[in-house]
């Protein structure tokens, strides 16, 4: 039964790798499904990554970590927005300035108030998110065979944001496809004017998905700071933003499919770390960079071949002008 282990600890890490991934996958759903391009993702998580990381060594507390980077995060998100939305600017030019920004101002800051080049003090104790397991965890893992595995490991055992995080897909599937207000933001990524014309304000359904999109990065780098590691690193999401992007554009931007995508990834980050070291017969060891690169090339492959198919939404990166 050593294979059903090692296949349960494999997908146990896909999950926790995806994580980051998912919640950047959603947030640029929420921002894109409004007609707002946001490749500022990989910025937004950055900076959460690293406000929830100084908040937690402050304060002792990862849930107030959470919150300093929800709010630093939003706080970028709503830069962003004032640039696309009220000033009609260039959506390409703000992300990308938004990353930047947040790539240089972490490691300023971090060096300028810790000396550790740009890293922060390490979380311990109760300034970390702990695993948590699940009422049924350790009972399905002594009395169900190879499912109560399955279940102790990639089911139970987790943190609270990765739960945090799947709750979030679920009401984001809800959300966008059962309510009025989803009704109306994904009208507005479509046909801003008809929406206008309806009475309902086009800036007000953008703006707040802007601030949903920069929450759910809250989320994501909050998580890879204060759970999945134990602080700051610089560069620490190291192109997250720009893979969660890819999930979305190959998912055709819907939630279930943008899963599907994020686990592929979160599988293959996985099995790259499970690989390292291994020799392979007839090849010897593979070279550790090549391993490294498996969830980068996986992601040029899916949009080279699914991007054509891809349909997003009309009114995707254009600014809306009131028509007088």
């Given amino acids: 039964m050593e294979w059903v282990q090692t296949i349960a600890v494999v997908l146990d890490s896909a999950v926790r790798l995806s994580v980051p991934l998912l919640c950047a996958a959603l947030a640029g759903l929420w921002s894109e499904r409004a007609g707002i391009v946001d490749i500022g993702l990989e910025g937004k998580m950055l900076i959460a990554a690293f406000a929830s990381a100084v908040a937690a060594f402050a304060t002792g507390s990862a849930w107030a970590g959470l919150g300093a980077g929800i709010l630093a995060s939003v706080m970028l998100a709503l830069v962003h927005g004032f640039a696309a939305i009220t000033w009609r600017g260039n959506q ?65 055992g987790h943190a609270a944001p990765v739960y945090l995080a799947f709750g979030c897909l679920l009401l984001t599937a809800l959300v966008l496809k059962r309510t009025r207000f989803g009704l109306r933001l994904r009208a507005v990524g479509e046909n801003p004017a008809a929406v206008d014309t309806a009475g309902i304000s086009v800036a007000g359904l953008r703006y707040g998905a802007v601030i949903i999109c ?33 999930a979305v554009i190959f998912a055709n931007w819907r939630p279930w499919p943008a899963l599907g995508a994020c686990l592929l990834f979160g599988l293959l980050d996985a099995v790259a770390i499970r690989l390292q070291g291994v020799i392979m ?33 009309k009114a995707s990166g254009l600014p809306y002008v009131k028509e007088r």
């Fill in 92 to 156: 390409i030019v703000s992300g990308v300035a938004i990353n930047m920004l947040a790539a240089g101002l972490t490691v300023i800051l971090g060096n300028a108030w810790y000396g550790q080049g740009g890293r922060t003090p390490a979380l311990e104790g109760p300034a970390r998110f702990p695993d948590l397991t699940l009422p049924l965890g350790t009972w399905a893992r002594e009395h169900v065979p190879v499912v109560g595995t399955f279940y102790d490991e990639v089911v139970s």
């Fill in 281 to 313: 017969p007839g090849l010897g060891q593979v070279p550790v960079q090549a391993i490294q690169a498996l969830p980068y090339l996986m992601t040029v492959i899916l949009l080279a071949g699914f991007i054509g198919k891809s349909t997003p939404p």
């Fill in 214 to 246: 920069g929450a759910l990065c809250g989320l994501g780098g909050t998580y890879l700071a204060v759970s999945q590691s134990a602080g700051f690193l610089p560069h620490m999401t190291a192109g997250k933003g720009f893979i969660a992007l890819a």
